[in-house]
Every structure is written in C-alpha cells, then in structure tokens.
C-alpha cells in the first residue's frame, strides 16, 4: 500500500477530485494547508503595517491506495492538477504498513 | 427623532462593533464587539440615574444640574431650550444614543489588551468626567460653549465634533500611551482577522450617521436635509480622498482604506454637517481622508504609539479638523438660526466674513482635548489602582475572548 500526498492549488481540486474518481480512486481525505516551495509570495499592507506573506493557501489531498495503482493514481493527478505556472506544487509518497477498517477490522487493501 | 435615535444605537451596535470586531485578531473578536455592546447596557443606566441631568440639566458654565436626577420632570412636555416641537423624553433618548457611542469608539484604542474590569470602571468614570460635562458645555443651557444658549464661547458643534470625536479620539491616544503597545507589536503580525465584517459595519456606520447629524437638527425641517447632505458628500470625498492617497503612497486602493476614508469623513463632517454647504462638505470630507491617512500610516509608525484600530487618527484628528474648519465654512445660508440682539440673523464662520469663529472654534478644540487629556490620565490612573488596567501577559496570549469572556468567536468543532 502507499500514500499519496498531494498538494495543489485550491482551484485544481475539483479536476484532481474528478479524475481520480473516474478511474474508480474514491476515498480521500482533503484538508486547507498553507506553504510554499520556490512560489514567491505577496505583500499586504493594512493602514500602512506591510506584511510580507510568503506562505500561500494550497490544498493538500491525501489517499493511500494499492501498490499497484500507484502509477496510474500519479498520472492522473498530474494530469489534473498541471498549470503549468509556478506554485502547482508536488507530489509525495510513502509506503503504508498498514491499514485498519474502524467499523469491522478488516484489515491490509480490503480495508482501503 | 425616534428613527433618528434608532439610527444613532444601531452605529454602536452592531456597526462600531463589527468594523472593529473585524480589524481585530481573531481571538479578541467577542471582547472587542463585547466592548461596544456593553456600554449600550451600562451608560443607559447611568444615563438614567443622573447622566442626562449633568448633561442637559440647569447648571453652571461647566456642568448641568440635578434636577432631572431619575429623569424626573423628563416626559411628554417638550423641553423648549433644546427642542421645542418633541417630547423631551425623545430628547433624553436621542441624546443618550451619543452618549452610549462616544466611549465605545475609544475602545479601539485598547482593543485586544484591557481587562474588562478595567474597561468597565474606567468607561463609568469616562462618560461621568468627561462626556458629560463637555456635552453639558457645548449642548446644555448656559453651557460654556453653546452657541445657541448662551454661552461665552459661542462655539459650533452641530452634532459633536467636540464633544464626541475629540474627546473619544484624544482619549484614546491617552488610553493607547498608558496601556503600552500589544505584546508583539511590530514583530508577530497583527492583521485584521475579517475585513468583510469591518466592511459591513462601516457601511453600517454611514448609514447609521444620517441619524446622527440630520438627527441632531431636532426637527423634520429643511436643515435636516442640509445636514443629511453634506454628511452623504463629506463621507464620498473622504473615502477617494484616502483611496487617493493609498494608491499613489502603496500603489494599491484598498477596501480598508476605503472605508476608514469614509469613517475618517463622516468624524470631520460631524460638527460642521449643519452649517456647511455641500461643497465646503466635501473640501472637508477630503481633506479628513488626507489627513487621517498621513495620521494612521506615516505619525503612527513615526511615533511608535499603539493605536490599535486607529481611534485617534481617526476621531481625535478628523474631529479637531472637522471643528476647526466648521469655523471656516459656516454660513448662515445653510443655518439662519441664530440672531443677534436685534433679530438680525448673525454671520456665522469665516466664509460669511467672521473670522473670530475660528479663533472661538479653536477654544472649543484645546478645551476639549484638555479635558480629554487630564480626564483620561486621572481616570486610567485610579482604574489602575483598582484592578489594574492591562490583561495579564497569559490573558493577552490567550486571547480575551477566552480569557475574559470564557468563549470563541469561532467554534469549528461545533
């Protein structure tokens, strides 16, 4: 099993969330992050006290799926989820040791 | 009047609370709408025991008398001094709607870091020192600066200037210097927590305005509309005026600037509302967003004090220009209320060829930022000694919302 952290820009979600769906990749978890990598960020200014604001508001996306989907799940965010502009953001992933279903126990892929 | 007086509450609350709940951190948004919604409870009541009769009773130069004590003899009978065509229970409640906003617009000066213990005592004994006896000598019967009933210092505040801006923006500065800054200031940042509920209060408070200064002309007549309009055209010229300045100073118009410019507008027009026409309005509107944009960005970072939401760039200066310039532009074109001894309708301000207005405007100025001064620091002092003024450096962390009040102005686990 792995997981895949995906974090975008808050507008791709829609498209990142329809084509995953399309391929029959169903179940995530979405949460309102804020970050930047090489994105430059902006100034804001409120009666004259400047702020500099580096870090921006992305969306992270977070599924873990199995190892043989992996490629295919990639794809398709990338797919989705590409400007083409600075500040698309990135891909993460990792390998799961295990996966617990809360409401029978189920247990390993059958529990994703 | 009762639309009026309506109008006038409804600037404290919810305008004045939501367009500084807005410009607060977000822990602090109960406290601070919590420090306007208040005084609409306490100053009624203390308004009701003897306020109203400090302020309007018969008395000296400084002060009125006792004997509307328990708003005695205040009912159905007008009172033909102040207005002769309503009952003076409406008066009494008109009046006091200024009353309840005047102490509530300092507490933008120590928003996010006062006990509210302290906030308590130290606005009783604000609107009993000084509120009271400055409407008392600009508004009351032989008050020292009633220009319509007999004062030695004729001096013009149509609907408080003086009396509400000054003393609440010149306290302020007081309030902010004797507090200290906000722990952090200048280093963590201090960023309004939602700009949207300060948009919707300063709207709030144009509209609410309109009550304010056509309101205080005390009868449906012609100087109401007068008033009404140079209010609207001060409060238009004030927010470009600041946008103006914003945009060649930052490069950007700001929402936020917007409405402070408006704000800043509808402080300078206040007192000169029923006497100006609308063009002198809206030289004054202008000149207010100028100013009090030069005030809350380039003197406030100068001088390092910590105004936090700008009570007295805003009120303390568009009020002290907003007076002085009513002396300039008065006219008895606009109000022909006032006679000299012969019942001959008198000049009024610089533009009717008066020019001794000014001087007597800028009486009216010192008198009420000196009284703001000594009053406040005198105030702030026995607070202090009492419960002591600021929040703990714990309290001030944590945020009042929680540490005063025991709740969140967002809850997202509900």
Same mark, same amino acid.
Do not use: D, E
């Given at each position: 099993m792995k997981k895949i952290e995906a974090i975008i820009q808050p507008h791709k979600l829609e498209d990142v969330k329809a084509a995953l769906t399309a391929i029959g990749i169903e179940g995530m978890t979405i949460s309102e992050v804020r970050g930047h990598g090489r994105q430059k960020g902006h100034k804001e200014v409120y009666r004259g006290m400047e702020y500099q604001v580096d870090l921006l508001p992305k969306v992270k996306v977070e599924m873990v799926i199995p190892g043989a989907r992996l490629d295919e799940a990639i794809q398709t965010i990338l797919k989705a989820a590409r400007t083409g502009k600075i500040g698309d953001g990135k891909i993460f992933i990792s390998d799961v040791q295990e996966a617990i279903r809360i409401r029978n126990e189920d247990r390993g892929e059958g529990a994703l | 009047m009762l639309v009026s007086a309506a109008l006038v509450l409804m600037m404290t609350g919810p305008g004045l609370a939501l367009f500084y709940g807005g410009l607060v951190r977000r822990k602090n948004v109960l406290s601070t709408m919590m420090h306007s919604f208040i005084l609409m409870a306490v100053v009624t009541v203390i308004w009701a025991i003897y306020g109203y009769s400090l302020a309007f009773g018969d008395g000296n130069s400084f002060i009125g008398g006792l004997q509307y004590f328990f708003l005695n003899h205040v009912g159905a009978a007008p009172n033909p001094d102040y207005a002769a065509t309503i009952p003076q229970q409406t008066y009494m409640i008109y009046q006091l709607m200024f009353a309840i906003i005047t102490p509530a617009l300092i507490s933008g000066a120590y928003a996010e870091r006062m006990k509210f213990s302290a906030m308590l005592i130290f606005t009783v004994l604000w609107t009993t020192i000084v509120y009271f006896p400055m409407a008392h000598m600009v508004w %009351?019967? %032989? %008050? +020292? +600066?009633n220009a319509a009933l007999g004062g030695k210092i004729p001096c013009f505040d149509f609907a408080g200037g003086t009396v509400v801006h000054i003393t609440s923006g010149v306290s302020a500065l007081v309030c902010a210097l004797y507090l200290g *800054? *906000?722990? %952090?200031?200048?280093?963590e940042p201090m960023k309004p927590h939602s700009l949207t509920y300060s948009f919707i209060g300063a709207c709030l408070l144009w509209v609410g305005w309109f009550g304010f200064n056509a309101g205080s002309? +005390?009868?449906?007549?012609p100087l109401a509309t007068s008033a009404f309009v140079a209010t609207h055209f001060g409060a238009a010229a004030a927010a470009l005026g600041w946008i103006l300045a914003e945009w060649v100073h930052n490069g950007k118009p700001s929402m936020l600037g917007g409405i402070s410019g408006c704000v800043a507008g509808l402080v300078a027009i206040t007192p000169a509302s029923g006497f100006v026409k609308p063009f002198p309005a809206m030289v004054i509107g202008f000149a207010a967003g100028l100013l009090c944009f030069f005030m809350v960005t380039a003197v406030k970072a100068r001088f390092g004090y910590d105004d936090s939401l700008d009570a007295f760039g805003v009120h303390g200066m568009g009020g002290t220009l907003g007076a002085l310039l009513t002396g300039v532009f008065a006219t008895s074109e606009v109000n022909d209320g006032f006679k000299d001894a012969a019942g001959k309708t008198m000049a009024l301000g610089l533009v009717d060829g008066h020019a001794g207005q000014v001087l007597n405007q800028s009486i009216g100025v010192l008198i009420s930022w000196a009284l703001a001064i000594v009053g406040s620091l005198v105030i702030l002092k026995i607070t202090d000694l009492l419960v002591g003024v600021r929040a703990t450096f714990e309290d001030e962390e944590e945020g009042l919302d929680i540490s005063m009040h025991g709740e969140e102005g967002y809850n997202f686990e509900a």
């Open positions: - | %009351g019967k %032989g %008050g +020292l +600066l *800054r *906000r722990r %952090g200031y200048g280093a002309a +005390l009868a449906a007549s």
